[in-house]
């Protein structure tokens, strides 16, 4: 029997459109309790997550973040929540740590029959006046820094394939 964890990381995938039901309370608590198990340096937990699922919220934050990408299409692709992931930049390790949350967040989500995608530009996205404002009515401090944005919800697309691994991924070395 393989193993179901391994299983989960392999077959993950980015999606890039969704319909606009909203994902289950229940689900989403477990997702979110799997992005606080993220490993960090010195197990600081430095980080934290704003779950986002009011859709006018939504929508504010993907005009930004289009707004900074320098498009008007929607970065979030119509996903119903986005888990905006901060980290706190007194800690040498915070973006690799807000990164490890990024990830537990998107293979949860696949583990629960949740579909994601890491958006970029969060940090550009808190950075402006706009942002700053939102981050402190969020309770945010100001020492964090946007380091992704998670978006979830269910696909309306097909499943995509998984690219081919490219030949030198791995190499092994002092054999």
């Excluded at 299983?7 to 477990?30: A, F, G």
């Excluded at 390790?93 to 530009?121: F, K, Q």
């Excluded at 401090?141 to 394939?161: A, F, H, S, T, W």
């Amino acid at each position: 029997m393989a193993n179901e964890t391994l299983e989960v990381l392999k077959t993950r995938r980015s999606i890039r459109k969704y319909k606009s039901t909203q994902i289950p309370e229940e689900l989403l608590d477990e997702i979110l309790e799997a992005g606080t198990y993220a490993a960090c340096g010195m197990g600081k937990q430095g980080s934290m997550m704003a779950v986002v699922q009011d859709p006018e919220l939504v929508a504010k934050l993907s005009k930004m973040n289009a707004e900074i990408m320098g498009t008007d299409t929607d970065p979030f692709y119509g996903a119903p929540t986005v888990v905006v992931v901060f980290s706190d930049t007194k800690r040498p390790t915070h973006v690799e740590d807000g990164s490890l949350v990024m990830g537990n967040l998107l293979n949860a989500a696949h583990a629960v029959g949740i579909d994601s995608c890491w958006i970029h530009r969060a940090r550009e996205v808190f950075e402006t006046e706009e942002g700053k404002k939102m981050k402190k009515e969020w309770g945010i401090p100001d020492d964090y820094i946007g380091v992704g944005n998670c978006i979830l919800g269910y696909r309306d697309c097909e499943y995509p394939e998984a690219a081919p691994r490219k030949e030198d991924y791995i190499i092994r070395v002092g054999r």
